[in-house]
T-cell receptor
Framework: SQQGEEDPQALSIQEGENATMNCSYK?????LQWYRQNSGRGLVHLIL?????REKHSGRLRVTLDTSKKSSSLLITASRAADTASYFC??????????FGKGTMLLVSP | DTAVSQTPKYLVTQMGNDKSIKCEQN?????MYWYKQDSKKFLKIMFS???????INETVPNRFSPKSPDKAHLNLHINSLELGDSAVYFC?????????????????FGEGSRLTVL
């Protein structure tokens, strides 16, 4: 069954703006991960945040995790046209695999 | 050097045929997966193998049969293809649950195999 739900489904912004995507999930987790998928390509891992962490940074990416609300957010700062892709959250609920949400399609216009 | 490679990238076939997709990883990972991505981009786990042993088998029709000859390879064979099997199939690998733990770490994905059943 689906665990994560991303919001919004689609996001369109201008280069230089920040993009925020949210993910909600249903059960307790070991960790939550974010992935990017460019059109016609495989998924690429961006960042992993453990259940005992609240915030993590990697370059222009900032991820927060609120286990009490069962939600996470991914912030991409100073977006670039090359950030155009679909972004997925995935949860590890201890079932020996990850469960993915439906993704947010991000379009960054020059 | 491609970490997770799967072939073929595109597969177009008729209903009722049997087809296979191959996957190989050179990362030395213990765990390999098959995911199915539908037309709405929803990714669903199908199978997971750890050191050649099946550990996850979601509610997938018996027409789908994975085979892992060694821990670097996980192939997917599909019998009697149906229209609804049209999708992109992704192979992935991970180091698997960390030693002594149950966490699933980063997954490394192949580029996908787009299957179209006519």
């Amino acid at each position: 069954s689906q665990q994560g739900e991303e919001d919004p489904q689609a996001l369109s912004i201008q280069e230089g703006e920040n993009a925020t995507m949210n993910c909600s999930y249903k059960t307790s987790i070991n960790n939550l991960q974010w992935y990017r998928q460019n059109s016609g390509r495989g998924l690429v891992h961006l960042i992993l945040i453990r259940s005992n962490e609240r915030e993590k940074h990697s370059g222009r990416l900032r991820v927060t995790l609120d286990t009490s609300k069962k939600s996470s957010s991914l912030l991409i700062t100073a977006s670039r046209a090359a950030d155009t892709a679909s972004y997925f959250c995935a949860t590890d609920a201890g079932g020996s695999t990850l469960t993915f949400g439906k993704g947010t399609m991000l379009l960054v216009s020059p | 050097d491609t970490a997770v490679s799967q072939t073929p990238k595109y597969l177009v076939t008729q209903m009722g045929n049997d087809k296979s997709i191959k996957c190989e990883q050179n990362l030395g990972h213990d765990t390999m997966y098959w995911y199915k991505q539908d037309s709405k981009k929803f990714l669903k786990i199908m199978f997971s193998y750890n050191n050649k042993e099946l550990i996850i088998n979601e509610t997938v029709p018996n027409r789908f049969s994975p085979k892992s000859p060694d821990k670097a390879h996980l192939n997917l064979h599909i019998n009697s293809l149906e229209l609804g099997d049209s999708a992109v199939y992704f192979c992935a690998s991970s180091q698997g649950p960390s030693a002594g733990g149950l966490s699933t770490g980063e997954l490394f994905f192949g580029e996908g195999s787009r299957l179209t059943v006519l």
